[in-house]
């Protein structure tokens, strides 16, 4: 590689990974983290060494790998509907905030939704298991801290779920001890589409929030 060619190069690293890290930036709220965040914003003088170790310090070391590659397999669901109905749903991978390895999924069946926006906020899981059954008996089952909680998060899921699946459908809440769920708020980080449901385990798209 010449010298103008590593120059050029050089300039699309800085330009790529300074844009995450500035996104990353904006939305943190802690000045502690800020400032950590700020280190590994890349300069124009930056030797192919230091790149390489903000790099790794950001991805790695921060630990924002996760928020672009998830190694977990996630699959639909599957319900006893109607011959032939292969529910096309989104699976939602959630991460902990307070642990690092602890992830939770999410599924909507019959999603009618975007790509681009997360359908369910973040919100608090727990021991109260809230179960919305659709007309073809297809289910959303979260769990969540409260009843309140757990009426929240699915709302949220009927706002992207197709109309007509909705007609006579039911909810039900109560507390369950057969999970037995820590209380801990969980984000979402990515979302995979399964136009198909289980008749293809490979998604249409993958969206990350």
């Known amino acids: 590689m010449s010298k103008y060619d590593w120059s050029t190069f050089q300039k699309l690293i800085r330009r790529i990974h300074n844009l995450y890290v500035s996104n990353e930036i904006k939305k943190e709220t802690k000045k502690t983290k800020q400032s950590l965040l700020k280190y590994a914003l890349i300069d124009a003088k930056d030797t192919a060494f230091l790149i390489i170790a903000k790099q790794i310090y950001y991805w790695f070391t921060l630990g924002y790998i996760q928020n672009a590659v998830n190694a977990l397999a996630v699959m639909p669901e599957w319900w006893a509907i109607r011959k032939g109905a292969d529910c096309p749903q989104l699976v939602i991978l959630f991460k902990s905030q307070n642990s690092s390895k602890s992830y939770y999924t999410l599924q909507i069946p019959h999603y009618n939704g975007s790509k681009t926006v997360c359908p369910i906020k973040p919100y608090k899981k727990g021991n109260y298991r809230g179960c919305l059954t659709l007309k073809d008996n297809s289910k959303f089952v979260c769990y969540a801290v409260s009843e309140s909680e757990a009426e929240s998060v699915i709302n949220d899921a009927k706002k992207h779920i197709i109309d007509k699946f909705l007609l006579g459908s039911t909810i039900t809440i109560g ?14 980080i990515s979302g995979k589409f399964f136009g198909s449901g289980q008749a293809k385990n490979k998604p249409d798209w993958i969206a990350y929030y």
């Open 175 to 188: 507390t369950t001890k057969k999970k037995n769920f820590s209380t801990d708020t969980v984000k979402a």
